[in-house]
């Protein structure tokens, strides 16, 4: 059995993902550390829930949702970044939330490489749970998109695939997931 978080803990986990920085620029090591010692400390209680928690948060991140205060500078902020493209209608503007979508996925990063050395018991099961959450949530096929979605120019969508090909390479160098999951993640 895996157990559940309270809603105190559950509240305290959104609470953690809301106030993450949305750009790699502003991540301190703290933050993501806050995150993997939660879900290590719940690892026995509630891991399913920690990675849906953590999966949801790349699909949607917490960061711009009314669980953060500061919810809508972070908004403008993304609206900013996008370019200069059409001011004359912000409600056109796609909001571009991919830098803490990559955030979302240095958490996960973090937590695997944690949850094989933290020896705490359990901790492994954060592979398969992480393995199966990205697969039926089709995490990368979201990500894969986002560079239609936002109308990128050719240069943008390479950094973009760099930066997730970059951690879906050194999961592979880790032997995290399955070979064919693996293979997956990477088209």
Do not use: C
């Amino acid at each position: 059995s895996l157990g559940y978080m309270n809603p105190l803990q559950k509240a305290k986990l959104t609470h953690l993902l809301a106030r993450l920085p949305t750009t790699h620029a502003k991540l301190r090591r703290g933050d993501v550390a806050r995150v993997t010692a939660f879900a290590i400390k719940h690892a026995g209680t509630g891991a399913r829930e920690v990675v849906d928690m953590i999966v949801l948060n790349i699909l949607h991140p917490l960061a711009y949702t009314g669980a953060n205060p500061e919810r809508e500078a972070e908004k403008d902020a993304a609206r900013q970044e996008e370019g200069d493209q059409d001011k004359s209608s912000p409600s056109k503007q796609k909001i571009d939330m991919t830098s803490a979508k990559l955030v979302g996925l240095y958490l996960i990063s973090d937590i695997l490489a944690s949850s094989a050395t933290s020896g705490v018991p359990k901790g492994w099961r954060y592979r398969s749970l992480f393995e199966a959450a990205l697969r039926s949530r089709k995490v990368f096929e979201h990500l894969g998109r986002l560079e239609k979605d936002l109308s990128w120019g050719r240069l943008r969508a390479e950094k973009w695939k760099r930066s997730v090909g970059t951690l879906l390479h050194l999961w592979e160098g880790w032997s995290i997931f399955q070979p064919a999951n693996q293979e997956h993640f990477l088209k």
